[in-house]
């Protein structure tokens, strides 16, 4: 990706969040749901002296994967609902610049969910400190994965009938490829296994993060311009 086509990519994800700080209740809503889905699992385990990793590690990221649905139903989907779309085209930029500033904008997006998803695990599941920085880097690579094939599905859809509903029922089947190494990935840094015995389960998010990168270079242009 040249220089050029990653400068329009910034700006327009910078156009994104701006217009996303000026209406603040869309995301402030993702992260009370975040917040509310960690306390209910808190309420609903107190009574159990110790959780198993791959529990608290499975809620995490069913948490993570509505998240991204509320993040990402709306990458494209806004644009055609407010007519901008058109607008998009017009820009002198490959349409990859395009996709790739709904990527980082959804990138952005997701980390700031994630965050408040690990803060407040730490404050109501009683998670060490010291357990942060593993978390942090499985679930941004996470993040990364759903960003990309989220944007991705949402530019497929963006002109098909009731696409929310559409989006939020396919999401699921192409999330598999990151929710299984995900989990696991987590679970094994929860247990103090450390970062280094999550390799397998990095390489797995990794390959499927170029395979996304791989189809989206291919079909966007053919999907986007039709």
């Not at 529990?55 to 993570?64: P, R, T």
Request: proline share 4%.
């Amino acid at each position: 990706m040249s220089e050029s086509t990653l400068s329009h990519a910034f700006k327009l994800a910078r156009k994104d969040i701006i217009v996303e700080l000026r209406r603040p209740h869309e995301l402030l809503s993702i992260i009370a749901f975040t917040l509310s889905s960690i306390i209910v699992s808190s309420f609903s385990w107190r009574t159990i002296l110790r959780l198993d990793p791959l529990v608290i590690s499975a809620a995490m990221w069913v948490v993570i994967f509505f998240a991204s649905i509320l993040v990402l139903t709306t990458s494209f989907a806004r644009e055609v609902d407010r007519g901008t779309i058109d607008g998009l085209r017009s820009i002198p930029c490959p349409p990859t610049a395009i996709l790739a500033g709904k990527m980082i904008y959804g990138m952005i997006t997701l980390v700031i969910v994630l965050l408040s998803l690990v803060l407040s695990s730490l404050l109501f599941l009683n998670l060490s400190t010291s357990l942060i920085p593993g978390l942090v880097v499985i679930f941004t690579i996470g993040a990364v994965d759903f960003a990309l094939m989220g944007s991705m599905m949402s530019a497929v859809l963006m002109y098909s009938e009731g696409k929310n509903l559409l989006l939020a029922f396919l999401f699921f089947p192409v999330s598999v490829p990151i929710l299984l190494p995900g989990i696991q990935a987590c679970a094994k840094i929860l247990a103090g296994e450390g970062i280094m015995a999550t390799v397998p389960e990095l390489r797995l998010l990794f390959a499927f993060m170029l395979a996304v990168i791989a189809a989206s270079m291919l079909l966007f242009q053919e999907i986007f311009l039709e």
